[in-house]
Structure formats: structure tokens, C-alpha cells
């Protein structure tokens, strides 16, 4: 089948590349020239483990390619995805911009009947929206579909490739099959292709993040209990994790969620809500708590250096919002770093691939260290900022060696609170006796 992709973000990119790889011949189009210019010499603009292979594959089988040409991108697709930016208007609603922008384009572009799918995380109503807009300049049958992306950064190709469920929202029988045909090949294992009507599938992918963001919340608001009663937040887990009901996944307590789609989601399902008359409580508590989650361990840290971190050389390990990916989005690591810069201390800071991002937000106001232990010289004490995997079993003499105290404060749990104690650390974690 013939696809475009408008936008070659995130979800723009991995969409387009997933779809030529089963097959189909995908033109991405973007406005960024620069962007668009790196794309077609093979070089992948974002971090994605796996993204790369299947990238250069299908370019060099001419299945995949990239325009700046919005007419020529379209030209004899039979399904158009719209997978374009949708940041928070200063009020935290969508901002629907440039969505609508490019419908309004489309409407003289489109040659025959066509499928527009909305990829974007876009707000209840949107695709009739888009319909308008379109319909405005068309001279040809079209339906616009709803098919919300569920993919987590890091493990988006398998995400793509292999989701537990596709939604698509549309009425129409036409695009339905056609929706079908195209995801076909991920959905071999049985896994649903679930239909509904358009709104529905708009609300389901704010309810997910939504509902997410609020079980990660719980969970932390369970762990600052947890701390008060001298219960374990990681016994507490696994103990409710095993009732099927409320399953594993996603219970993990910490210093908040970041990124770019949880906490702008929220905040726009809350505001979706007051348009409506509703007051969607539970959500403007999630954000609340996490805001307040991110330097959750600050006062601790304060408290170890006597209450002032005036001077104090911080060591941080981990910059990005999560792990496998150099997405710095609302990531905590930026609010702490914020507040020790406040408080006059120094910090060095290591991350495998979110540095060069972190760099362009705060240049010099930070140190860059090149490796995990190169943080730690002279530093005074060690923040834990990020799971990465390399950070999991540090060797503890050749910490104990290069910092100036013995002193960790894991914002992700990362070790066990027995063992640093018979080491000799003062050890802070989330939710979990010292
Ligand atoms: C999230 C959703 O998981 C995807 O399904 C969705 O498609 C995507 O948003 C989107 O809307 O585009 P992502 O933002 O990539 O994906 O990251 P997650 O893996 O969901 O993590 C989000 C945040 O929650 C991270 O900051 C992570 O550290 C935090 N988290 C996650 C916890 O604090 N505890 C947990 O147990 C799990």
C-alpha cells in the first residue's frame, strides 16, 4: 500500500519506518529542511535501540523515503497519517495548530478516495475537526480516522511491531478495511484490532496515560506513607503487583513520571474535563503529588550537609526522563538540578545518551563527566536520577574511593537498603526503610 507520514517526530518516524518494513511504500514528509535532509542521508534523528536497522533496510529498498514536499509526499497515498505536534497551549489544552494547518492543505491535494488517520494524541472531537478542514478544498471521498499510538519510547519498534491492541476509531466500512489490511501483519498473534467510533479512541489514549500516570502516583504516595510507618514500598508491591487485578507493571515508586507524554496529557485530559464542566479531581491530584515527587529527596540531601548545599559538589547519575532513550522532557533530572544550582551547590552530571540534549538546556551551568564513576570525583555525595542499566551494580569500593562522603540518594530504587547499609552508606531511597 501507498502511506504518507506527515511529521517526522517520534511517532511520525517510527510509524513511517514500522509500515515499510511490512511492506508498504512510505513518504514522510516534514518542514524542518534540515531534518528532512539528514533523513534521506541515512542518518536517524532519534535515539530508538532498534529504529536504525530497519531504517537503513528500507531505504535501501526504496520502500522508505522523505520530502519537505507536502504535494509530492501525498501523491497516490491511499492512507495519510498525521502524526504532528500537538505541545500545550499556555492553558494545557492540545494546541491543535498544526494539525489543522496541514487538513487544510490536504483538502485540494487528495486525488482519490483516501483514509486520514489522526496518529497525534489529539483531544476528544478532533477528528471531526479534521474532517472540516479537510472537506473545506476536497473534490474526493475521504474519512478521517482516530488510530491513538501506545508505543513507550525506548521499546517503540516492538511496541509498534507487536502491540497488545490497535485502536481504531471510525464508522466508515471502507476505512475499516483498509485500517485492517495495513495492520494485518501485526496482529498475526491474535492480538486485537479494537473498533469504536472516533471519539471513543481519542478518549482511550488519554485515558491510558492518564490512568498510568495516576497508578505510578499511587504508588508513590504509597511509598511517602511507607517511609512514615516503616513499611518497604518494594515488599508492597510485589504483594498487591501479584493480584491479576491490578498486575505488575507500572508500580514502580520513584521521583515522579516525566517525558513527553504523560504529564501533557494529563494536564490536557484535566483541562478537557473543566471545558466540560467536569471537575476531574483525581487528575489534578496526580499532578500535584508528582510535581511535588520530582525533589522529593532534596530535603534529605539538605539535612545530610547540616541544611545548607551552599558549595557542595553533587554527583548525578542520569539525566534522561527513563532509560533508553535521550529524551530530557519534563525528565526529574532537570527540576533537581534546577534547585541544588538555587541552593549554590556544583554538579556533574553522567548520562549515556542524554547529555548533548541536557547541554543545549543548560550549557555550562553543569559539569559533563564521560563515564558513570567520572561523576563521582571529589563530589561530596551521588543522586540517582535514572534506572540506566549501567548504573544497577556499580563496583561500591571504587564509589566509596572517589566520593568525599559516603552518601547516595536513589531517586529509582536501584539498591538494596540492607546491603548499603552493611557497606557503610547513608542511603536514601524512595519508600523503603534506611
Ligand atoms: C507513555 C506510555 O507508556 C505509552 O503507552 C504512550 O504511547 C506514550 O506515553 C505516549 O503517549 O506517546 P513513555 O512516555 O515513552 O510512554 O514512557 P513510559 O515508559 O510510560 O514512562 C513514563 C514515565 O513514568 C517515566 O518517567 C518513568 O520513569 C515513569 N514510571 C514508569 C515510573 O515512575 N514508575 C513506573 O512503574 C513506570
Redesign the pocket.
Given at each position: 500500500m501507498k502511506i504518507a507520514v506527515i511529521g517526522t517526530g517520534y511517532?511520525g518516524l517510527v510509524t513511517g519506518t514500522c509500515f515499510a518494513e511490512t511492506g508498504n511504500t512510505v513518504t514522510c514528509v516534514d518542514i524542518d529542511e534540515e531534518k528532512v535532509k539528514k533523513l534521506q542521508s541515512g542518518i536517524v534523528t532519534i535515539y530508538e535501540p532498534g529504529l536504525e536497522v530497519l531504517f537503513e533496510r528500507n531505504i535501501q529498498q526504496g520502500r522508505l523515503r522523505f520530502t519537505t514536499d507536502l504535494a509530492e509526499g501525498v501523491k497516490g497515498a491511499k492512507v495519510i497519517f498525521l502524526a504532528l505536534p500537538t505541545p500545550p497551549d499556555e492553558d494545557g489544552s492540545a494546541d491543535l495548530k498544526y494539525i489543522l494547518q496541514v487538513a487544510e492543505q490536504l483538502g485540494p491535494l487528495l486525488e482519490d478516495y483516501t483514509v486520514v488517520v489522526d496518529k497525534s494524541?489529539v483531544p476528544v472531537g478532533t477528528a471531526e475537526l479534521v474532517h472540516e478542514r479537510i472537506a473545506r478544498n476536497a473534490k474526493v471521498e475521504f474519512d478521517v480516522v482516530s488510530n491513538p499510538?501506545?508505543?513507550?519510547?525506548?521499546v517503540a519498534v516492538e511496541d509498534f511491531m507487536k502491540p497488545e491492541r490497535v485502536v481504531v476509531g471510525t464508522r466508515s466500512e471502507r476505512a475499516r478495511k483498509i485500517m485492517e489490511q495495513l495492520y494485518a501483519p501485526m496482529v498475526r498473534q491474535g492480538n486485537p484490532i479494537l473498533f469504536m467510533d472516533e471519539r471513543s479512541a481519542e478518549m482511550t489514549k488519554y485515558a491510558?496515560?492518564a490512568f498510568?500516570a495516576t497508578k505510578?502516583t499511587f504508588m508513590n504516595e504509597i511509598a511517602n506513607l511507607c517511609e512514615r510507618v516503616g513499611a518497604n514500598v518494594d515488599e508492597v508491591r510485589r504483594g498487591i503487583g501479584t493480584d491479576s487485578r491490578i498486575g505488575k507493571r507500572?508500580?514502580?515508586a520513584?521521583i515522579?513520571?516525566?517525558?513527553?507524554?504523560?504529564p501533557k496529557?494529563v494536564q490536557a485530559l484535566a483541562k478537557t474535563a473543566e471545558e466540560n464542566g467536569y471537575n476531574f479531581r483525581i487528575l489534578k491530584a496526580v499532578m500535584q503529588v508528582n510535581q511535588e515527587q520530582k525533589t522529593k529527596l532534596i530535603p534529605a540531601l539538605k539535612e545530610f550537609f547540616g541544611g545548607s548545599l551552599q558549595g557542595k559538589r553533587i554527583a548525578i547519575w542520569g539525566l534522561s526522563?527513563?532509560p533508553y532513550t535521550d529524551d530530557v522532557r519534563e525528565a526529574p533530572s532537570l527540576e533537581n538540578i534546577k534547585v541544588l544550582l538555587n541552593e549554590g551547590a556544583i554538579v556533574k552530571a553522567y548520562d549515556p545518551e542524554a547529555m548533548e540534549n541536557v547541554k543545549k538546556i543548560l550549557g555550562n551551568q553543569i559539569e559533563y563527566a564521560e563515564s558513570p564513576y567520572g561523576a563521582l570525583v571529589n563530589a561530596d555525595a551521588l543522586m540517582i536520577m535514572t534506572e540506566w542499566p549501567v548504573f544497577r551494580t556499580p563496583d561500591f569500593e571504587v564509589v566509596e574511593q572517589l566520593l568525599k562522603n559516603k552518601a547516595i540518594f536513589d531517586g529509582r530504587n536501584l539498591y538494596e537498603p540492607r546491603q548499603m547499609a552493611e557497606l557503610g552508606f547513608h542511603y536514601v531511597s524512595i519508600g523503603r526503610m534506611k
Amino acid at each position: 500500500m501507498k502511506i504518507a507520514v506527515i511529521g517526522t517526530g517520534y511517532v511520525g518516524l517510527v510509524t513511517g519506518t514500522c509500515f515499510a518494513e511490512t511492506g508498504n511504500t512510505v513518504t514522510c514528509v516534514d518542514i524542518d529542511e534540515e531534518k528532512v535532509k539528514k533523513l534521506q542521508s541515512g542518518i536517524v534523528t532519534i535515539y530508538e535501540p532498534g529504529l536504525e536497522v530497519l531504517f537503513e533496510r528500507n531505504i535501501q529498498q526504496g520502500r522508505l523515503r522523505f520530502t519537505t514536499d507536502l504535494a509530492e509526499g501525498v501523491k497516490g497515498a491511499k492512507v495519510i497519517f498525521l502524526a504532528l505536534p500537538t505541545p500545550p497551549d499556555e492553558d494545557g489544552s492540545a494546541d491543535l495548530k498544526y494539525i489543522l494547518q496541514v487538513a487544510e492543505q490536504l483538502g485540494p491535494l487528495l486525488e482519490d478516495y483516501t483514509v486520514v488517520v489522526d496518529k497525534s494524541t489529539v483531544p476528544v472531537g478532533t477528528a471531526e475537526l479534521v474532517h472540516e478542514r479537510i472537506a473545506r478544498n476536497a473534490k474526493v471521498e475521504f474519512d478521517v480516522v482516530s488510530n491513538p499510538e501506545f508505543l513507550r519510547e525506548g521499546v517503540a519498534v516492538e511496541d509498534f511491531m507487536k502491540p497488545e491492541r490497535v485502536v481504531v476509531g471510525t464508522r466508515s466500512e471502507r476505512a475499516r478495511k483498509i485500517m485492517e489490511q495495513l495492520y494485518a501483519p501485526m496482529v498475526r498473534q491474535g492480538n486485537p484490532i479494537l473498533f469504536m467510533d472516533e471519539r471513543s479512541a481519542e478518549m482511550t489514549k488519554y485515558a491510558a496515560n492518564a490512568f498510568l500516570a495516576t497508578k505510578i502516583t499511587f504508588m508513590n504516595e504509597i511509598a511517602n506513607l511507607c517511609e512514615r510507618v516503616g513499611a518497604n514500598v518494594d515488599e508492597v508491591r510485589r504483594g498487591i503487583g501479584t493480584d491479576s487485578r491490578i498486575g505488575k507493571r507500572f508500580l514502580f515508586a520513584g521521583i515522579g513520571y516525566g517525558g513527553s507524554c504523560f504529564p501533557k496529557d494529563v494536564q490536557a485530559l484535566a483541562k478537557t474535563a473543566e471545558e466540560n464542566g467536569y471537575n476531574f479531581r483525581i487528575l489534578k491530584a496526580v499532578m500535584q503529588v508528582n510535581q511535588e515527587q520530582k525533589t522529593k529527596l532534596i530535603p534529605a540531601l539538605k539535612e545530610f550537609f547540616g541544611g545548607s548545599l551552599q558549595g557542595k559538589r553533587i554527583a548525578i547519575w542520569g539525566l534522561s526522563f527513563k532509560p533508553y532513550t535521550d529524551d530530557v522532557r519534563e525528565a526529574p533530572s532537570l527540576e533537581n538540578i534546577k534547585v541544588l544550582l538555587n541552593e549554590g551547590a556544583i554538579v556533574k552530571a553522567y548520562d549515556p545518551e542524554a547529555m548533548e540534549n541536557v547541554k543545549k538546556i543548560l550549557g555550562n551551568q553543569i559539569e559533563y563527566a564521560e563515564s558513570p564513576y567520572g561523576a563521582l570525583v571529589n563530589a561530596d555525595a551521588l543522586m540517582i536520577m535514572t534506572e540506566w542499566p549501567v548504573f544497577r551494580t556499580p563496583d561500591f569500593e571504587v564509589v566509596e574511593q572517589l566520593l568525599k562522603n559516603k552518601a547516595i540518594f536513589d531517586g529509582r530504587n536501584l539498591y538494596e537498603p540492607r546491603q548499603m547499609a552493611e557497606l557503610g552508606f547513608h542511603y536514601v531511597s524512595i519508600g523503603r526503610m534506611k
